[in-house]
């Protein structure tokens, strides 16, 4: 059974970093794409960034120039988070599309206070 494991989450001050890293376990046969999301609370999932098996990037407006995404090997997704804010405080999901289907992880949480 695939499934999506979270690490890295924690608590940081403003302006610091962070690096999310998400570990695909079993077949990842049919793999398209992989990506991050975060959650306030009472909110929708929203997109963070994302990343495609060709290397095609998105990135939401709100953490461009702050936040990389990379497949740092065929197995692990990786969110570098510089700069944090307080409103970069939310629950983060990484997320693998496959042809025909898609996972989640559990979340891991951020959060960002002096």
């Known amino acids: 059974q695939v499934q999506l494991v979270e690490s890295g989450g924690g608590s940081v001050r403003p302006g610091g970093s962070l690096r999310l890293s998400c570990t695909i376990s079993g077949s990842f046969f049919g793999l398209r794409a992989m990506g991050w999301y975060r959650q306030h609370p009472g909110n929708q999932r929203e997109l963070v960034a994302s990343l495609t098996n060709s290397g095609i990037t998105n990135f939401a407006d709100f953490v461009k120039g702050r936040f990389t995404i990379a497949r740092d090997n065929s197995r692990e997704l990786s969110l570098q988070m510089n700069s944090l804010k307080p409103e970069d405080t939310a629950v983060y999901y990484c997320?693998?599309?496959?042809?025909?289907?898609?996972?989640w992880g559990q979340g891991t949480q951020v959060t960002v206070s002096s």
């Open positions: 997320k693998a599309v496959f042809d025909t289907s898609e996972l």
